[in-house]
């Protein structure tokens, strides 16, 4: 038996947090009805390849909606609203991410579903929050990168900022949110009372440059573009060997010393600009000077072997097409077929000795569950007038 067997949740969200949220309660068990407009999830036309037979997949929405049912629902009408509002009564939980506001004229916020659902779990994810000043704001992950800081500190010093490839503020909103419907959820297995919930991409990115709001509050100074390298330790990024760019990770002394003995520069431990991290860090320059020459007289592929074999952390910077290959993926069976074309997803990445997450569904053809559900519905209905 699944952890979340048997809990419902209406999923109210498109593009990326929000589908991400309902996946992962729907991979350890959670029944999990995807409402879309008449046509579906934007994110099903997101990037420029299809797949599926009518090409109403795209690799971003395969990727964030297994464990999923579809329901077309069209929430501008009266009859879409109404369907509506009488699933939410059958809901254990809710996740929408409507902007502020907007549930509520489609009367399915809160208020309205908690006074005919006591017991539900409601979360609203939004851009910016349910309060404050740029609450009515729309929220994308990359107004947010830009807003919350994270392009300042992402690419090189003196060149255009640039932006973090994967979205990661919607992919961290989601999970923060299936966190809180857990906590939720517990609390309720308690007290028999459910309870609101909210998060945003927001905190999300704010959440994200914690550490670098930490030192610039206690130095007053501003953090700068770290470009290849980690701003909190040297030598400690990005370098060039002879035929391609690899990793290296000297982020204890330890590291540090076990990188002088393997290029052969033990001299460099006792040179007193590099004493400590924060001396190699102040002068990175210098150390860079001394160690790019080294680095490129190798290929990548022998330094990661050495400096693995020191226990100094280092690997290729291997692209997608690299990662798909490699053995580890493949023992910890992160990637699986879809039965989409030939797309595969990535897959469960918690592992659960005793109740493991399983994929059941792949993600949803558009409407491919609306009879089913709506026939659902009006069963339950008829059992509670009878």
Known sequence: MAPLDGIRVLDFTAAMAGPRCGMLLGDFGADVIKIEPPEGDHARRWGVHRYGPDGQFSGLFIALNRNKR????????????????????TADVIIENYRPGIADRLGIGYASVSARNPGVVYCSISGFGQNGPLRERPGLDMLMQAYAGHMSVTGEVGRPSVRNGPSPIDLLAGTSAAFGILLALRERDKTGRG?????????????MVAHFIADYTGSGQVPP??????????????????DREFYLGASHQRFFEALCAVIGREDLISDPR??????????????????????????????VTLLDGAGIPASLVEDLA???????????????????????????????GLTPGTVRRPPPRLGADTAAILTELDELESAKKG
């Not at 069976?333 to 592992?351: E, Q, R, S, Y």
């Open 70 to 89: 579809s329901l077309v629902l069209d929430l501008k009408t009266e009859a879409g609203q109404a369907a509506a509002a009488a699933l939410t009564a």
């Open 195 to 207: 309870q609101y919930l909210e998060t945003s991409l927001y905190e999300a990115a704010i959440e």
């Open 225 to 242: 573009k770290s470009g290849r390298y980690f701003a909190f330790a040297s030598p400690y990024g990005i370098f060039d060997a002879a």
């Open 274 to 303: 590099f004493g400590s991290n924060a001396d190699r860090i102040t002068n990175r320059d210098a150390l860079h000077e001394e160690l790019f020459p080294i680095f490129r007289s190798r290929g990548a592929a022998e330094w």
């Open 322 to 352: 690299e990662v798909t290959r490699q053995e580890q993926v493949a023992a910890r069976d992160l990637l699986l077929p879809t039965g989409i074309d030939n797309v595969d997803m990535v897959g469960i990445a918690l592992k659960m």
